[in-house]
């Protein structure tokens, strides 16, 4: 299975990030675009890839190790931009503000825990929620994804209270990836 650890969204959040791509989409009707469908927009920890059904129940285990002694935190979805940056736009994203220390802590021990499962992510983790990917932007693409994200970076959409983690599978369709929650692990203050 195809899988990966993510914070879910609340309806809220869900529904003023579709709002932001909805005002992106309008703005920006390149087809090198793909953009993520509303409801599949989540924030991931870390991203596992192929993992045998048999260890499921060893992930769940190593996941709910993490989450002891975590209480939940508050994060808002605030903010636009691209990777690499808006010159090259690969991943238009939404930021995230709060307490992102909290956030960073909990992803090392979610990676730390799940470590014999997946590969290590070479690159710092940037908390982000993807809107749409880009393949083969042309020049003239970028100047309206540019300006369109420019018009988004100090604009405050949603704030919400995380109290849990989910291990998400993905699975790979003709019309695009279609996400399902295996297991939640709420925090557990209590070490």
């Known amino acids: 299975m195809r899988l ?9 959040v869900k529904a003023a990030v579709a709002q932001v791509q909805r005002e992106l989409k309008s703005a ?3 087809a090198a675009v793909r953009w993520t469908p509303p409801e599949q927009i989540h924030l991931t920890l870390r991203f ?3 993992v045998a059904a048999s260890v499921v129940p ?12 975590v209480s939940p935190l508050e994060l808002t979805a605030c903010g636009a931009g691209a990777f690499p940056d ?3 736009p ?8 709060g307490q992102l220390d909290r956030l960073g802590s909990l992803q090392a021990r979610i990676e730390n825990e799940t470590a014999p499962w997946g590969q290590r992510e070479e690159r710092d983790f940037h908390p ?6 880009i393949k083969d932007a042309r020049p003239v693409d970028v100047r309206p994804i540019a300006q369109a994200l420019s018009r988004l970076h100090a604009r405050h959409l949603s704030s919400w209270h995380v109290g849990e983690v989910e291990l998400m599978r993905s699975e790979l369709t003709q019309y695009g990836a279609k996400h399902s929650t295996l297991i939640t ?4 203050r209590d070490p």
């Open 28 to 30: 920006v009707r390149s």
């Open 128 to 133: 982000h929620l993807t809107l749409a990917r």
């Open 48 to 50: 596992l890839g192929d």
């Open 185 to 188: 692990i709420p925090f557990r």
């Open 86 to 88: 808006d010159a090259r």
């Open 4 to 12: 990966f650890v993510a914070l879910p969204l609340p309806e809220p």
């Open 58 to 69: 060893e992930l769940e285990n190593a996941l709910r190790r993490a989450c002891r002694g």
């Open 90 to 97: 690969r991943v238009l994203w939404i930021g995230l503000s």
